[in-house]
């Protein structure tokens, strides 16, 4: 019986040893952690000013994101705006409205674009894209906020072309990187470096260019020509672009 209370007093040996350490170090121990407890100390006392300011930092994180947005229209607006002064006199029946790049067609072909822009902005299909006063493509998908746009080096889109050297009207087909004009006949006197217009329905006393004659070969067609074209515009330069509609 004995013996187990020995070994009893034993094991709370330690445990006495330590508060009789801790009561007697008591105020060393509290400088030592002094450090430590205050800054804990302060936040807890200080919580309800810290989650105050918490929320107002999350409110002025939305707003300024709620500003961007802001900012971001108001800048599609005054482009729209200088779009509508520069093309006014030849657009008089078109609808014209800015869209922001938002994607590339990332297979390195270019034969498509994705712009800021959709039903909800009016937006309608076959609408003409240009930048740059260059021809860029067609819109060919809406979508609520978005579009996707055919560009010259897709082989899904076509346009009525026209040749200032011939005085003609031609079909343009898009490729990459090389286009084709159709029904070239065998005696119009096209040449490299000769100039292709495109001619957009609704404008008037202009023409956007598209690209130059890269190369004319005699086929097999016995009244046609082969004539590739290379399109001026670089789509992957572009960040805004205008759309042209018909209202």
């Given at each position: 019986m004995w013996r187990i209370r020995g070994k009893s007093l034993l094991k709370l040996l330690p445990l006495l040893l330590s508060l009789l350490i801790y009561f007697k170090f008591y105020d060393r121990v509290l400088n030592l952690l002094h450090p430590i407890n205050y800054p804990l100390n302060y936040?807890?006392?200080?919580?309800d000013e810290f989650f105050r300011f918490l929320g107002s930092s999350l409110e002025g994180i939305w707003e300024i994101r709620t500003l961007r947005e802001e900012v971001k229209k108001l800048r599609l607006e005054r482009d729209e705006l200088r779009a509508y002064k520069s093309f006014e006199k030849f657009c008089k029946n078109l609808s014209l409205r800015v869209?922001?790049?938002l994607d590339y067609d990332r297979s390195g072909y270019d034969?498509?674009?994705?712009?800021?822009?959709?039903?909800?902005?009016?937006?309608?299909?076959?609408?003409?894209?240009v930048a740059d006063g260059l021809i860029l493509g067609k819109v060919?998908?809406?979508f609520k906020n978005f579009s996707k746009v055919y560009t010259v080096y897709n082989d899904r889109l076509t346009f009525?072309?026209?040749s200032p050297k011939t005085k003609k009207i031609y079909i343009y087909k898009g490729g990459f990187p090389l286009g084709r004009l159709l029904y070239v006949g065998k005696d119009d006197n096209l040449?490299?470096?000769?100039?292709i217009l495109i001619r957009v329905k609704g404008v008037r006393l202009r023409e956007f260019p598209l690209g130059k004659v890269e190369e004319v070969k005699e086929g097999d067609d016995p009244f046609f020509k082969e004539v590739l074209i290379r399109p001026l515009?670089?789509?992957?330069?572009?960040?805004?672009?205008?759309i042209l509609s018909l209202p």
């Open positions: 936040v807890s006392s200080k919580k869209g922001v790049v034969r498509f674009l994705l712009i800021y822009g959709g039903r909800e902005e009016g937006i309608r299909k076959n609408s003409v894209v060919k998908e809406v009525l072309a026209y040449k490299r470096g000769d100039e515009i670089d789509v992957r330069k572009q960040e805004r672009v205008l």
